[in-house]
């Protein structure tokens, strides 16, 4: 019950934090904040543009990293 009321605190902050963030931001040069960012519950997805490195792809990396072929 505890950790509930931790979390509807955190949801209700995080939007005010979001809110205060966009006021402040240069559109320009930054993405609107959503209240997500800002709550230590919201479980956080990670993008990951990572190349797998196989024994297959290892030849046309290093042709392509050095420059030969």
Not at 39 to 66: C, G, H, W
């Amino acid at each position: 019950m505890s950790e509930s009321r931790c979390r509807f605190a955190w949801s209700q902050t995080s939007s005010v934090l979001a809110m205060l963030a966009n006021v402040n931001r240069d559109p320009k040069k930054t993405k609107p904040f959503m209240p997500a960012d800002f709550d230590p519950y919201t479980a956080r997805r990670q993008k990951s543009n990572a190349v797998v490195v196989t024994k297959d792809n290892i030849e046309a990396m290093r042709n392509a990293f050095l420059g030969k072929g």
